[in-house]
T-cell receptor, first 112, second 116 residues
Framework: IAGITQAPTSQILAAGRRMTLRCTQD?????MYWYRQDLGLGLRLIHY???????GKGEVPDGYSVSRANTDDFPLTLASAVPSQTSVYFC???????????FGAGSRLTVL | GENVEQHPSTLSVQEGDSAVIKCTYS??????FPWYKQELGKRPQLIID?????GEKKDQRIAVTLNKTAKHFSLHITETQPEDSAVYFC???????????????FGAGTRLFVKA
């Protein structure tokens, strides 16, 4: 089934640890995004990539990094997790020239 | 910076009544306005969208209206059913000039309860 796969589904992490959230899509969409969802704040963009090999900063990029080595994969890394990064993280993608987002199932991250 | 304001944050209606959620946006270059529905524990899913060259769009029980002059758009759900209970997000999407692609800003969400 075509779509976006995120892993892990859920993770509890000690503060200071490094964590990578994985995102893979098989729709050949050029653009990919990482959002975090917090109660009362909606979905906020962390980083994006318009095409393989390029990335850009969103609204809340501090403490996060991304890479886009190929079209399908867009991992999000927390180099040294802090409790304020406790959130639900959604990966999304959109086809070239269109801004209709398709979301993954989300990754719930708790930083203690 | 650009933002999208969404009201109300919570809405409770009786089954069969109508529900209206309103959003305003700040970036006049925004040209695409999607609405997403998120059920508890699930991913956001697109339910309807409207582009800036259209004032209204309808799909069965849901409709969206856009007033570009006022930078205001609304979601209307008629004949609400218990399965409409969810969180609804509006969003405004703007082309990124120079860098390519689009920037989509979301509202904070409206939690809709439909009482049977």
């Amino acid at each position: 089934i075509a779509g976006i796969t995120q892993a892990p589904t859920s993770q509890i992490l000690a503060a200071g640890r490094r964590m990578t959230l994985r995102c893979t899509q098989d729709m050949r969409h050029n653009a990919m995004y990482w959002y975090r969802q917090d109660l009362g704040l909606g979905l906020r963009l962390i980083h994006y990539s318009n095409t393989a090999g390029t990335t850009g900063k969103g609204e809340v990029p501090d403490g996060y990094s991304v890479s886009r080595a190929n079209t399908d994969d867009f991992p999000l890394t927390l180099a040294s997790a802090v409790p304020s990064q406790t959130s639900v993280y959604f990966c999304a993608s959109s086809p070239s020239g269109a801004n209709v987002l398709t979301f993954g199932a989300g990754s719930r991250l708790t930083v203690l | 910076g650009e933002n999208v304001e969404q009201h109300p944050s919570t809405l409770s209606v009786q089954e069969g009544d109508s529900a209206v959620i309103k959003c305003t946006y700040s970036d006049s270059a925004s040209n695409y306005f999607p609405w997403y529905k998120q059920e508890l524990g699930k991913r956001p899913q697109l339910i309807i969208d409207i582009r800036s060259n259209v004032g209204e769009k309808k799909d069965q029980r849901i409709a969206v209206t856009l007033n570009k002059t006022a930078k205001h758009f609304s979601l209307h759900i008629t004949e609400t059913q218990p399965e409409d209970s969810a969180v609804y997000f509006c969003a405004a999407s703007t082309p990124r000039y120079g860098g390519g692609g689009f920037k989509t800003i979301f509202g904070a969400g409206t939690r809709l309860f439909v009482k049977a």
